[in-house]
């Protein structure tokens, strides 16, 4: 009897061996250059289980910590040629809101292993292209604007949030108070590295593998990893102009904002650099941190309980120190005949950087009360400017105001479709001049459904409405909704994930094949 009581506690350590083991050496018959990269320890499996969202939870089988662009493609072919592959999504910081970087039962590929910032973020300012920075999928584009600041330079267009990857933000689009002069992020590339569905490791660019090269820019993971990208650069202001203007009218508040960013262009050096635009419907009690100073901050409260909503117009000038002596004068001219509120003009003076990592400051002061890894039931819309003040009645003045949803950071500012490049996968509407309509609401585990049913009602009224409606960051349950999304790009798109993802192993999270 002792020799079977000795097998099975032989076996049985074996199976603790494997439960705590830091790579997953077996249970698939994988290459080594493989297993050696994957792992199903508890702990990697939770982290890689959810997103930002923290209302998805879908558990994979591994996650795969590549160290170059060629362990992805070789993990790819591999899965491309088994019989039995598995799905495979590629995830950044994992800055979904509804499980688009997760994957059942699938690999995760931990975009972020592929290395430091030596040798993956390198900028080149003597080239015919003019100055760029080529940079790995997996970095953060506050490292990409320390790298380029070191150079004197920046990146053109930058989203909101600092901390998310290159590839990430170049597989949606990447909007902010930047677009409506120089298009969003994935108008703003020269060239990527991509591994398709099939393991192909290729370069692309608008001249060469264009279809993978314009499929990849808002693609949305479907038909590749995105592993470098060529982003063209600017030369870098030091300091910003930081204007908030408070409007009680929704029309003079759009109006305004239409003016200004039509007196602006790239070229025009003395424009506008930023421009967003945001509601307010409440003003927490005195707050010396505020953007508001002390003084003015029961004017501002005042204004709220009358009109309900305080619509804010947010823009920025950027200087250095050549034109520091002329910057006041110029940031007023641009200003002038503005109809906001008397007396609300309100102006800070910051680093360039400071201005750009924001809301970096913020989710500081979030993490430190324990209200930042919260569900995050966020809506983003595109809102064509036809109809501007149906949606206003129909949204923030029927639902946001009526409901009091306070709890989160309402946006909306104007966008140009033709800073937009058509042949990439993204979706805007079909009109000149379209609003960013961003809900990012942050709620607790036990009520986000409520917040997600204020989703529903907003989405409802739009289609009832007749708005036309574009959902970005976009999130559906059935393929007739993405159909129905891309709308005339599908056939393309369709066409797309065939010759790039055959067998639909990428990005699984997205739900749409």
């Known amino acids: 009897m002792a020799a079977p009581n000795n097998f099975l506690l032989i076996i049985f350590n074996c199976v603790l061996i494997l ?25 990697t499996i939770k982290l890689a289980s959810t997103d930002y969202g923290r209302i998805i939870e879908e558990k994979p089988y591994g996650v795969f910590f590549p160290g170059n662009g060629s362990d992805i493609a070789g993990l790819i072919q591999f899965m491309y040629g088994s019989p039995t592959p598995m799905d495979i999504a590629a995830r950044g910081h994992g800055h979904s809101v509804q499980g688009q970087s997760l ?27 003019g100055p760029y920075a080529d940079v790995g999928g997996e970095q953060l584009w506050i490292d990409v604007l320390h790298a380029t600041m070191a150079k004197g330079l920046s990146p053109l267009s930058l989203t909101d949030y600092l901390r998310l990857t290159v590839g990430g933000t170049l597989s949606n689009a990447g909007v902010g108070g930047q677009t409506f002069r120089f298009g969003p992020q994935i108008s703003n590339v020269l060239e990527l590295d991509v591994v398709t569905g099939k393991g192909e ?47 009680t009218n929704f029309s003079a508040f759009t ?5 200004l960013i039509s007196n602006n262009g790239k070229e025009k050096s ?57 910057v006041d004068q110029d940031l007023e001219k641009l200003l002038t005949g503005l109809r906001f509120e008397a007396g609300l003009k309100f102006i800070k003076d910051v680093s360039y950087e400071e ?59 104007p966008i140009f479709k033709n800073k937009w490049d058509e042949k990439t996968s993204a979706v805007i509407p079909d009109e000149d001049v379209f609003y960013m309509a961003g809900f990012l609401f942050s709620s607790g585990f036990n009520n986000w459904q409520t917040f997600e049913e204020h989703n529903r009602d907003i989405l409802k009224f739009c289609a009832e409405a007749g708005i ?43 739900k749409i094949f």
């Open 270 to 326: 003395n424009g506008l650099n930023y421009l967003e635009g945001l509601l307010l419907l409440e003003l927490k009690a005195p707050d010396n941190s505020s953007f508001y100073p002390l003084p003015d901050q029961p004017k501002i409260s005042s204004l709220i309980s009358q009109h309900g909503i305080v619509y804010v117009l947010e823009v920025v000038k950027y200087y250095d120190q050549q034109s520091a002596g002329s």
């Open 103 to 129: 994957v059942e039962n699938g690999i995760v590929v931990n975009m972020t292993s592929l290395g430091g910032l030596d040798g993956r973020i390198v900028v080149s300012t003597t080239t015919a292209l």
């Open 355 to 413: 201005f750009l990592d924001r809301v970096h400051t913020d989710e500081l002061a979030l993490r430190s009360l324990g209200l930042w890894d919260v569900p995050h039931p966020w809506l983003n819309l595109f809102i064509p400017k036809s109809k501007l003040f149906e949606f206003e009645w129909g949204v923030y003045r029927s639902i946001i105001q009526k409901r009091k949803l306070t709890t989160g950071v309402l946006l909306f500012y």
């Open 255 to 259: 109006s305004d904002q239409e003016l």
């Open 19 to 43: 439960q705590n083991a830091p790579f997953l050496a077996v249970a698939l018959p994988l290459p080594e250059a493989i297993s050696a990269k994957l792992r199903n320890d508890s702990e």
């Open 201 to 247: 490791l290729l370069t692309c660019s608008p001249t060469n593998n264009p279809e993978l090269f314009y499929g990849a820019l808002g693609g949305l993971g479907q038909f590749g990893v995105i592993t470098r990208a060529r982003i063209p650069l600017g030369p870098a202001p030091t300091r910003a102009k930081w204007v908030r203007m408070l409007y």
């Open 468 to 510: 036309g409606a574009k959902l970005y960051l976009p999130h559906f349950e059935s393929q007739k909704e993405w159909i129905d999304h891309f709308g005339r790009k599908w056939p393309v798109f369709q066409q797309r994930k065939a010759l790039f993802d055959p067998k639909h192993l990428l990005s699984p999270g997205q």
